[in-house]
C-alpha cells in the first residue's frame, strides 16, 4: 500500500489549518507526526480516515482517489484524538460489539488483542470503570483486533504505564515487519525517536521534514 498526499489544504471558514501539504506513506513502515497541539495533526489524520474532505488537492491510495469515488478503506483502523465507546459496555463488549460490523474475527482474536496492550485481566469491567491508560489501551486493542493493513494512532500512550509503552511498541514493530504501514502522532520526543522511520514535522498547518 501507498499513500501519496499531494497539495493538500484544509480550511475551516476563515481558518486554513493544512496548507498546501505534501507527504508519502508506505507499507513495511513507521511514520511518525510531530508538532505542538493545534499544528494540524489531527484534522491531517482525519482526513486520511476519510472523515473530513479536503479544501484542495488529493490523497491518493495506491493511486486511486477514495475521496472522488466516496469510498471507505476497509483495511484501515484508526484512533484519533481520545477513544470513546460505550460507557455501560464492559471492556470486551465493546470490542465484541465492534468486531460485528465486519464479522471478520471472534473471541480469539479480541482476547489476543487484549492481552497485546496488557487489558485482558480488566476485560469485564465497564468501560465507565476504566482509567485514562486503560481506555487508551481499549483503543489500541480496537486497532489491532482485525489485523489492518493501515494503522493510524493519534497520541496513542496517553496515561499508559511504561511497562505497556515498551510491549505495544515493540508489538508496532512487529506489525512493521509483516508489511504494514503505521502513522503515529505523538508530541513526545522519545516515543517517535523510538519507533519512526521517517518523520514529518507539523507547524502552524505546514509540514517539513527537515
Same mark, same amino acid.
Given at each position: 500500500?501507498?499513500? #501519496? ?6 480550511? =475551516? ?20 507526526? %510531530? ?52 460507557? $455501560? ?19 480469539? #482474536? ?35 483486533? $482485525? ?15 511504561? #511497562? ?10 512487529? #506489525? ?8 503515529? %502522532? ?11 522511520? =521517517?518523520?514529518?514535522? =507539523?507547524?502552524?498547518? $505546514?509540514?517539513?521534514?527537515?
Amino acid at each position: 500500500m501507498k499513500i #501519496e498526499v499531494k497539495n493538500v489544504s484544509k480550511r =475551516f471558514r476563515k481558518t486554513m489549518v493544512l496548507n498546501n501539504v505534501n507527504a508519502s506513506f508506505e507499507s513495511g513502515h513507521i511514520y511518525g507526526l %510531530s508538532g505542538r497541539n493545534g499544528s494540524g495533526k489531527s484534522v491531517f489524520l482525519k482526513i486520511l480516515c476519510g472523515l473530513y474532505k479536503v479544501t484542495t488537492g488529493e490523497i491518493l491510495f495506491d493511486q486511486k482517489s477514495y475521496d472522488k469515488d466516496n469510498l471507505y478503506l476497509l483495511n484501515m483502523r484508526a484512533i484519533i484524538e481520545k477513544p470513546n465507546f460505550f460507557p $455501560e459496555l464492559t471492556g470486551y463488549e465493546n470490542l465484541e460489539l465492534l468486531a460485528k460490523i465486519q464479522n471478520k474475527i471472534g473471541k480469539k #482474536e479480541i482476547e489476543e488483542a487484549l492481552k497485546k496492550v496488557n487489558l485482558y485481566e480488566e476485560k469485564d469491567k465497564r468501560y465507565s470503570e476504566y482509567s485514562l491508560g486503560m481506555k487508551q489501551k481499549l483503543g489500541i486493542a480496537q486497532v489491532l483486533m $482485525e489485523d489492518p493493513d493501515i494503522i493510524i494512532l493519534d497520541e496513542p500512550f496517553n496515561g499508559i504505564e511504561n #511497562e505497556s509503552v515498551k510491549k505495544i511498541s515493540r508489538i508496532l514493530k512487529e #506489525e512493521k515487519e509483516k508489511g504494514k504501514l503505521i502513522i503515529i %502522532s505523538t508530541h513526545i520526543k522519545e516515543d517517535l525517536d523510538n519507533l519512526s522511520d =521517517f518523520i514529518y514535522y =507539523f507547524d502552524a498547518g $505546514e509540514v517539513h521534514t527537515k
